[in-house]
DNA sequence: GCCCTGAATGAGAACGTTCTCATTCAGGGC
DNA sequence: GCCCTGAATGAGAACGTTCTCATTCAGGGC
C-alpha cells in the first residue's frame, strides 16, 4: 500500500513551503496570491492530497469529537435525543461517539476517561447518580441531558416536566375524569418524586381527595404498566383514567386493561410521557405527553458548540423545553362504572 | 489551565528516559526491572499522567476509532445493530462513530470522507445503493451489513431472510390458511424481490394458484401498511391471513383491520418481520420473523476485528445469521368468512 | 535614489508519542 | 584479568500538521 501523500509532498510539486500549502487547505485564500493558489490546488488534486487531522490535532489541540453518554441507545427514548445531538454537530465538523452507560457508574467512568485519554472536545451525557464527583477533572464542556438537579456549574437542557404532568391531569379532569390514578416510576429516583409532587398539586388545586390506593409504583418497564394496571382494575372501586410515569408503563397497563376486557378509553382512559414511536402504533393510539427528545438534542448540541466558542464567558444555562399534550385514542370522558361488561 | 502532564514529565520526576516511560506504559513489564517500573509507575500517580492517544495515533498510523454507518438510528431496526456493534467493538478499546446516512448518497460520501480524514481504522457500513464504486479509495478495512449483493471484496453479515420468509408462509399454512396475502416493501428495492420471489416458491410448494389481487406493494412505512390492508379487506375475496414485509407495515396493517372492525387474529391472522420492540406491545402483540439484530451488529465487529488483526490474509466472509419465528396474538387458524358480524 | 510599508512567502520549532539503535554494565566463562 | 553476552536503559529521529518569526520584494512617497 503506498504512503498517503503529505503536505510536505504537495508542496514539493508545487515548489512552495508547506506553510503555504497550510494556508490553502486551511482556507486563508486572501493571504495567498491567485498564481500560487491555483499550483497548490492543482498538487493537492494531482496527489490525491487529503488532510491529516490527527497531525493537526496534536498540534492544535483540538480533536473535533465529541462523546455522547446515554443509559441505551435500545431505550425507545434516546435514539431522537441522539439523532439531534448528531446533527446539529456535524454542521459543525464534529464527530460524535456515542456510547451506552446503562446506568452503571463504573461503565460510565471507563468512557470518561476514554474521553480524556482521546482529548475529546466536550462531553454530552445524562449522567448516572455516582459522576457528580468525576466530573471535576474533565477539563473539558459538559452539557447534561435532565434536570440538571445535582450538578452545579455546567449547562444542562431538560423538558419542563412539572408543568407536563399538570397539563395531562388538566386534560383528563376537563374530560370528567375525577378518579385518576398515577403510576409512578420508581420511587428512589428523583423525577419521579417530582410527578408525584405534581400529582398532589393537581389534586390540591381541584379539590380532590389522595387516595393512596390510587398511586402504585414501579419501574419504568412493560412488566410494571402490567401488574400496576391490575392491581388498579382490581380495585373496588377502580380509577376511570390513569396517568403512567411513562409510555412503556402506559402501554403495559393497556395491555393488561385489554387482557381483563376492560375497553379503553369507553372504560378506562390512559395517557402517557414521552410520545415514543411505539405510542403512535399502539392499538388504541396512546395519548401521551411529547417530550421534544430531538429537540433536547439538538439544543444540548448547540449549548456546548457555544461552550467550545466562547469558554466561561457565557454563564450558566439550564434550558427547560416545554412539552406538549398530544391526544390519541386511549382517552375519552368517563363512562358510567355500572355499563361495564 | 495547567498543561497537562506528558511522558516527559514522568520521566524527569522519575529520573528515567521517556523511552523507559514508554515501556511501562505500554505494559511492556518484562523488559524494565520492577524498581524503575515501581518508580514511573509513582510518578504518573504523582502527575495524574494519562496517555495521549492522538500523539500516538499519529506516530503509530492506528486510532482506534471505527465508524458506523447506517440509515438512521430512529429506525427502530438500528439500535440494536448498534449496541451489537459498539458492546463488541468496545471489549477491544475501539470507539466508535455512529453516522446516519439517510438514503442519501451524498452524505454518505462525506462520512467516508470523515473516515478517511480522520484516519478511522474501519469501517461498517449499511451502504446506500451509490456507494460501491467509493469504496475502492477507503484505503481501510470495510464490513458490509446487509447482503453484500453487489459490493464483492468485502466481509458482510446478514440475516438470511429467504428461509425466514419460507418460514413463515410455512408456519401460516400450517395453521391451516390457503389465502395468504404478501404486503410486500418497494419492488424497486432488491431485498423485497426476494421476499417476493419467497412467497412464490412457497405457492407452487404447495400448488397454491398465484392470485395478483394478494400481493400489495408500498414502502415500509406505517401508512403503506395501512392502505395495503384497506385494499386487502375490501376485496371481494379477502385473504385469510396477511404476511407483512416488516413489523411497520404489519402494525399498520393491523390498525387497519381494527378499525374496519376485523377481529385480529380470529378473523385475520397477521404476521411481520424484524421484531422490533414494538411488535411485542401492539395490541395483540405481533406475530413476527425474528432477525438477529445484536448479533448482526456483534458479527460485523468480529469480522472487523480480525480483518484488522490478519489484514488480507483472512478469505472473505459472507455471514448469514438465521431468523426465528416468533409466535405471539397476531395469528391463529383461519375462522370462516362468514362468521364476520 | 533612498527609505518605508505591507503583501507574499519561507524556515523551522513544536505538539507528545513510538521505536530503532546505541550504550552501559553486571556476571559468567575461560 | 579479559572477553562475551544479554539485560536494562537512553538518545534522538520521526509521524504530519500549525504557527511564529523572519525574509524577500514591489511600489509609493519624498
Known amino acids: 500500500m503506498p504512503k498517503r501523500p503529505t503536505i510536505v509532498d504537495v508542496a514539493k510539486l508545487a ?19 491567485q498564481e500560487t493558489q491555483k499550483r497548490v490546488v492543482d498538487a493537492i488534486d494531482k496527489l490525491g492530497y487529503e488532510r491529516n487531522s490527527i497531525a493537526g490535532s496534536l ?3 483540538k480533536t473535533f469529537m465529541i462523546a455522547l453518554s446515554i443509559p441505551d441507545i435500545t431505550n425507545p427514548f434516546w435514539p ?14 464534529y464527530a460524535v461517539v456515542t456510547v451506552n452507560s446503562d446506568w452503571d457508574a463504573a461503565r460510565e467512568l471507563k ?20 459522576s457528580s464527583t468525576y466530573f471535576r477533572d474533565m477539563e473539558v464542556p459538559i452539557v447534561l441531558l435532565g434536570s440538571g ?45 417530582s410527578r408525584y409532587h405534581s400529582y398532589v398539586a393537581f389534586l390540591a388545586r381541584n379539590q380532590l381527595k389522595l387516595d393512596p390506593e390510587l398511586v402504585v409504583h ?23 383514567a390513569v396517568f403512567a410515569a411513562n409510555d412503556i408503563i402506559a402501554i403495559g397497563a393497556m395491555q393488561t386493561a385489554a387482557a381483563m376486557n376492560w375497553r379503553i378509553p369507553e372504560q378506562i382512559s390512559i395517557i402517557g ?18 417530550k421534544p427528545k430531538y429537540e433536547i438534542g439538538v439544543e444540548a448540541a448547540r449549548l456546548l458548540l457555544a461552550r467550545l466558542e466562547y469558554g466561561d464567558d457565557l454563564p450558566i444555562r439550564a434550558v427547560r423545553l416545554p412539552c406538549e399534550l398530544v391526544v390519541r ?13
Open 273 to 290: 410521557m414521552d410520545d415514543i414511536y411505539m405510542a403512535s402504533t399502539s392499538l388504541p393510539p396512546l395519548t401521551t405527553i411529547a
Open 80 to 93: 431522537e435525543v441522539t439523532r439531534g445531538v448528531q446533527d446539529t454537530l456535524e454542521t459543525s465538523e
Open 218 to 240: 414501579g419501574d419504568f418497564s412493560l412488566q410494571a404498566g402490567q401488574d400496576a394496571m391490575r392491581q388498579l382494575l382490581s380495585l373496588p372501586h377502580p380509577p376511570s
Open 329 to 341: 385514542g386511549s382517552t375519552a370522558p368517563p363512562a358510567e362504572m355500572t355499563s361495564r361488561l
Open 149 to 193: 438537579n445535582g450538578y452545579a456549574g455546567y449547562d444542562s437542557v431538560g423538558s419542563d416536566t412539572e408543568s407536563a404532568v399538570q397539563i395531562a391531569l388538566d386534560y383528563l379532569y376537563s374530560l370528567g375524569h375525577r378518579r385518576i390514578a398515577l403510576i409512578a416510576g420508581l420511587s428512589a429516583r428523583r423525577k419521579n418524586t
Open 59 to 61: 498540534r492544535t489541540d
Open 111 to 130: 468512557y470518561l476517561r476514554m474521553v480524556r485519554r482521546n482529548r475529546f472536545d466536550g462531553l454530552i451525557i445524562n449522567p448516572t447518580d455516582a
Open 15 to 33: 515548489g512552495v513551503s508547506k506553510a503555504t500549502v497550510a494556508r490553502v487547505v486551511n482556507g486563508q485564500h486572501d493571504i495567498v496570491s
